[in-house]
């Protein structure tokens, strides 16, 4: 049992953690802006190679380098939609999707310009996980999944109790109502972009902390980012964190009965579960 | 020496350029015509080649395989395979808006790619199927080399046909009528998924096809030949600039492009060592930005489609009303 | 003829259309202060379209539309909003994922400062909402949702407010509530414009009606004289 927990449920909860921290940026992207970010997996790699870069460029700790990762990224991402999303508005939301897939290609080659396609890590050396009454955990894996409640809450706080954040769930709800409540529609896009750049990074480090940094690392994570959202339902901020959740213990798990190459394809089977059983997701979302 | 060393070239290109012919035919058949947004084109091209290569091989010890049919029965069965793989995909999305055929056709080629890495007793793994045999592949390597040429310019000629008689049967014009006015079409009792589905899967045999040519062509089939992303994004960009919606736009957007691609390694590969590994990456950077800037300045493409009505396939996701200066 | 004293709202000879063509041809009507105006007429007559105009949300081609002293024939609607003019959309008028609360303060969005009195206003007009406050506006009856509709346009404290078929769909009792609300709006002192499609019940409640038909003024009176008018009564056989 406690090895059940060790080598199985821990690691499931802390890469559910960071699936948890992109699919609620899916969902985001999805509620509001109403397209599938294909770059999104991306992003976060770009988050956490900046935050690699500030860290290997002026050794600092990597937690202190955290947040200007955020920050950069939630402006890159701002400026992504400037330029390149932007005058597709009006246009059918496919052809944003179709820009995203090419930002996607574009994100990561720049990396593999700037950074190289080895793998990079953030600190050198073997670190001992902790016994707690028999449970072993890295100060990495508490504090992931620890920052990832705190972001959800401080998200949540936002949406709920700020004139803003209500602002961003009425876009979601109803645009027209919004626009006609006098909601301006370009302060929510740059707010949402934000908020999923800065998700995106954070994602992005908490993978790489917790292994390694490498340029595929984001894409490597769309599949189950995105069947995180779907399976929590689209929309639903607590549905993205709950479908992270399953979906990172569902990989994990899923080594005791499949060979563990397919670990991957957990997600895959679990999106196409959702979209065939239940596509408004767990907690009853939108269908984009 | 040099103008056969050019020759040579020149034929390997044209037929390079033929087999990305048929997956930007069969991709315009999907989006040009169904409005279905495939996003993971390599992995029916994946399943082609290694569906032609498993069937039309030697037998090999630790390996299926060895059924040493002949290589028509190899294509064939390599698009039909792929047709059967693109089936329940689409399916599964088919009442959800592209986007989910997007994220789910990712998917299903990340798990073909799984598969094929994995999978030894299949398809043998990173060492990949060899001895693939090559049609007429006993002739001297310059006359071989021309016949495949031949056959695969053949095989485009007769796909482009089919495509353009579908396009003015009823079946084409209802397809039509349907990208061109969703609720309309719904209206009057057209059954919109199911010709979506027969669009997916036309087009999916395309690609299953364009893979097996790949795997006969170069005799050999590995999991590294093509990067899946790279080759994925390619065809997409060959559509939108040739034309999408438009046969002969594919075609030419195939040429172009490929051109474009081969040219831009040409130049790479002069440059010293450290440069050219990077330069790969500057070049996948230029052709994404590549998209971006056909879709922002010519979204029609080179060839935009003569029909009337826009040759991006509208979806039904409702007009805003026109903002007025405040 | 132009603004007289009382008219809050004047609509001359107006024209104008969503695209190139035009779905009104000449459109006059007035609205006074705490007044009830209706405007009815078949379907397609350009009613809704009508109180669009007023919204901002068309492309005036011709005549002029004046409101509060001002000529607000060009106005973007944001402007509209500002200046007193607040619209209830006729299907998706709420956020019917915010509370009802919410919903309000969505509704104020524009307004700076302390937003009680205008809370008070709204809970004291729509009783029923007090204990719905904290319900999520899909919950609601389509009454209970309509009265959210409008307090959300209450919110601003508007001159003008524009209702679009308020009663759509709704069973009779809770139509006469409707109708017994927008009186109780009328008497606090807003004036309402209203489209109607259930033309009788609306020109026995409105102070003064038009009858709109293919774009243009037809008739017009008060209610009674309308529903008494013989050729009004074939228009709407039924009706």
Not at chain 3, 41 to 53: D, F
Request: hydrophobic residues 50%.
């Amino acid at each position: 049992m406690i090895d059940l927990i060790n080598f199985y449920i821990v690691p499931g909860l802390v890469l559910g953690s960071i699936y948890a921290l992109g699919a609620i940026g899916i969902t985001l992207v999805f509620s509001i802006l109403r397209f599938a970010h294909l770059a999104h997996g991306d992003l976060a790699t770009l988050g956490a190679f900046i935050a690699f870069a500030i860290v290997s460029g002026i050794g600092a700790s990597p937690w202190a380098a955290l947040p200007f990762a955020m920050i950069a990224t939630a402006i890159v991402a701002v400026g992504i939609d400037k330029v390149f999303y932007d005058y597709l508005k009006e246009r059918p939301k496919i052809l944003t999707v179709m820009a995203s897939l090419g930002m996607a290609l574009m994100v990561r080659s720049v990396i593999q310009v700037v950074w190289g396609v080895d793998s990079e890590s953030y600190a050198r050396g073997i670190v001992r996980p902790e016994n707690y009454f028999g449970i072993r955990l890295k100060d990495r894996e508490i504090l992931t999944v620890l920052a990832m409640v705190v972001l959800v809450v401080v998200l949540q706080l936002f949406l709920q109790k700020t004139k803003w954040g209500k602002a961003m769930r009425a876009m979601s709800d109803n645009p027209d109502l919004a626009r006609l409540s006098g909601v301006d529609n370009r302060l929510v896009t740059i707010m949402t972009w934000s908020i999923v750049g800065g998700l995106c990074a954070a994602a992005g480090f908490f993978l790489g902390i917790n292994s390694e940094v490498r340029s595929m690392m984001g894409w490597n994570m769309l599949l189950p980012m995105f069947a995180a959202a779907i399976l929590g339902g689209v929309g639903r901020i607590e549905g993205a964190v709950l479908g992270g959740l399953i979906v990172g213990l569902a990989e994990e798990l899923s080594v005791l009965i499949l060979p563990s190459e397919y670990k991957a394809a957990m997600a895959f089977a679990i999106l196409l579960f959702m979209l065939v059983v239940r596509p408004t997701g767990l907690l009853r979302g939108k269908v984009l | 020496m040099e103008i056969w060393g050019l020759l040579n070239y020149a034929i390997f290109m044209a037929t390079f350029i033929g087999i990305y012919a048929l997956l930007s035919l069969g991709l315009n058949i999907q989006w040009g015509l169904g409005g279905l947004f495939n996003a993971g084109i390599a992995g029916f091209f994946g399943v082609g080649a290694y569906t032609s290569a498993i069937l039309t091989t030697q037998p090999v010890d630790g390996r299926l395989g060895g059924f040493d049919l002949p290589i028509v029965i190899g294509w064939i069965s390599a698009m039909i395979v792929a047709m059967l793989i693109a089936w329940p995909i689409e399916k599964i999305c088919s009442r959800l808006r592209s986007d989910y055929l997007a994220i789910a056709t990712i998917g299903i080629a990340e798990v073909i790619r799984l598969v094929i890495k994995s999978e030894d007793w299949l398809t043998n793994s990173a060492r990949g199927i060899t001895q693939v045999p090559r049609p007429f592949g006993d002739l001297p390597y310059f006359e071989s080399q021309l016949a495949y040429l031949v056959i695969v310019v053949a095989l485009v000629i007769v796909a482009y046909v089919l495509i353009e008689r579908q396009l003015k049967s009823p079946w084409g014009r209802m397809m039509r009528a349907i990208r061109d006015n969703e609720p309309a079409a719904r209206a009057m009792g057209k059954h919109i998924e199911s010709r979506r589905q027969e669009a997916f899967i036309f087009g999916a045999a395309f690609m299953g096809l364009g893979g097996a040519l790949f795997a006969h062509l170069n005799r050999s089939i590995t999991p590294e030949a093509i990067d899946p992303m790279v080759a994925t994004f390619l065809i997409w960009i060959m559509l939108i600039l040739g034309g999408s919606g438009n046969n002969r736009g594919a075609i030419l957007g195939a040429v172009v492009v490929w051109i474009i691609w081969s040219f831009t390694e040409i130049l790479t590969d002069q440059l010293p060592h450290e440069y050219a590994i990077k330069a790969k990456y500057i070049r996948i950077f230029l052709i994404g930005l590549m998209l971006q800037l056909v879709l922002r300045f010519r979204p029609e493409g080179l060839l935009p489609e003569p029909q009337s009505g826009t040759p991006m396939p509208s979806e039904a996701t409702g007009q805003k009303t026109k903002e007025r200066e405040a | 003829m132009g603004l007289q004293t009382g008219d809050v709202l004047s609509m001359q000879d107006y024209r104008g259309g969503y695209g190139d063509a035009d779905i009104l041809h000449s459109v006059s009507l007035t609205v006074g202060e705490k007044e009830i105006v209706v405007i009815v007429g078949p379907n397609g007559a350009g009613k809704s379209t009508a109180m669009k105009a007023v919204f901002g949300l068309l492309k005036t081609r011709g005549g002029s539309i004046h409101f509060d002293g001002n000529d607000v024939s060009r106005w973007a609607p944001n402007k509209i909003v500002q200046s007193g003019i607040c619209y209830v959309p006729q299907v998706e008028n709420v956020f019917r994922e915010m509370t009802v609360h919410e919903n309000l303060e969505m509704g104020a969005f524009l307004r700076k400062g302390d937003l009680r009195d205008a809370f008070d206003r709204v809970y004291t007009l729509f009783p029923d909402l007090v204990a719905k406050r904290s319900a999520l506006a899909g919950s609601l009856s389509g009454g209970q949702r309509q009265m959210v509709a409008m307090g959300r346009a209450l919110m601003l404290d508007p001159k003008l407010l524009l209702l679009d078929e308020p009663t759509a769909g709704l069973s009779p009792r809770y139509m006469e509530q409707i109708f017994q609300i927008t009186r109780d709006v009328r008497d606090a002192g807003v004036s309402i414009l209203l489209v109607e499609q259930h033309a009788k019940q609306a020109l026995a409640f409105a102070d003064r009606g038009y009858v709109l038909a293919a774009g243009a003024n037809r008739h017009t009176g008060t209610g009674a004289e309308l529903l008494a008018d013989r050729e009004v009564a074939e228009m709407f056989l039924g009706g």
